[in-house]
């Protein structure tokens, strides 16, 4: 109740009013008023006009913890942001001494994930840019459930997902040949499976499939396959995200029709091998990180409704740092996005 309450007082939303013409019977002709909300996307610079970003570490994955998130956080991206002239706020999941209790990862994983969907509310309604770095994919929907949960109303609102993995894991239990949580985060995020670790994510209710869009996918198990064939879930391939090809801003901008907000994911197994070598489910003929740099500059500047971005699974073993420097090279492009959106 506090929290309804809470909600209640952040700004509301516009309410624009359209307008039909519609004919009846007889030729008569009635005005149609049809009430929308629109909600105002968060402003993410502060009164002296710098960039506010938080980096959010989630390390806990399906068998226990990865040091991945403390990697991409403090390697080195936190000095090029500040001169880059951004505030930076540093947020990690953690879980309480009851949680810490229980014995089973996937449950402490979903207990994660709703600390770092809180996280991520916060942040975007106190006008903080929100990256996640991520110790795996299923992270996925907390991620989500943030910016569900940072509506100008207590209702959610509608999420849209760019989706940026060498893989579509749409898998489910039954489909599954691994038995891999890590192929399931889609299909958990869009209500297919796991529904107990996605309420514990604070993910209610799931995301639309018609709001999610896949690029630069290139393996998949069969039955994945079957199923991403016959679900309303949208493909780029490679050469539209190289390219930034008019079907990327076909499909980005229907997602800013559809949603209120937008998150973009990536896995870093999307690059090609060249820059994750040791990343254990590395696929040939990705994009490279100067190409995503790239997209996000243009999706980061030009839609106001991408609002999130997100990093999983950097290799343990990253040889001269090139995974890292990988990472490095797509924050900067979102953030120049951001900068110019923001009028910086």
Avoid at 146 to 157: A, R, V
Avoid at 229 to 246: E, F, G, H
Avoid at 329 to 336: D, H, L, R
Wanted: proline share 6%.
């Amino acid at each position: 109740m506090r929290e309804s309450i809470e909600k209640m007082k952040k700004p509301l939303p516009l309410l624009i009013l359209t307008l039909f013409l519609a004919s009846g019977s007889g030729g008569a002709v009635a005005l149609v008023i049809f009430p929308t909300l629109v909600f105002a996307q968060t402003d993410y610079v502060d009164q002296n006009g710098k960039l506010r970003i938080a980096l959010n570490k989630q390390p806990f994955v399906p068998r226990g913890t990865s040091q991945g998130p403390h990697t991409m956080a403090n390697g080195g991206i936190q000095d090029i942001l500040k001169g880059m002239g951004a505030i930076i706020r540093i947020t990690e999941s953690r879980l309480t001494e009851e949680e810490n209790k229980e014995y089973g990862n996937w449950k402490r994983l979903g207990y994660a994930l709703g600390h770092l969907g809180k996280a991520v509310e916060k942040n975007e309604e106190e006008g903080y840019f929100n990256i996640g770095f991520l110790g795996t994919c299923p992270s996925l929907p907390g991620m989500l459930a943030g910016l569900q949960h940072s509506g100008s109303t207590p209702d959610e609102i509608k999420i849209g997902l760019l989706w940026l993995d060498a893989h579509g894991d749409f898998n489910t239990p039954e489909t599954t040949r691994s038995g891999s949580l890590g192929g399931m985060p889609v299909a958990v995020a869009t209500g297919r499976c796991l529904h107990r670790m996605r309420l514990d994510a604070g993910l209610d209710p799931p995301i639309s499939e018609r709001h999610v869009v896949m690029g630069a996918v290139r393996l998949n198990d069969p039955l994945e396959q079957h199923m991403l064939d016959q679900s309303y879930i949208q493909q780029l391939s490679v050469d539209d995200i190289r390219n930034i090809t008019p079907a990327v801003h076909e499909q980005l901008d229907r997602l800013s029709q559809l949603c209120d907000k937008i998150y973009v994911h990536v896995d870093m197994d999307v690059l090609d091998p060249a820059e994750v070598p040791h990343h254990g489910n590395a696929v040939p003929d990705g994009p490279s990180s100067r190409e995503l740099a790239t997209l996000f500059k243009m999706i980061f500047s030009k839609y106001p409704k991408a609002s999130a971005l997100g990093f999983a699974t950097i290799p343990s073993n990253d040889p001269n740092q090139v995974g890292l420097k990988a990472i490095h090279n797509m924050v900067v492009g979102a953030v120049e996005g951001l900068q110019m959106r923001e009028g910086k």
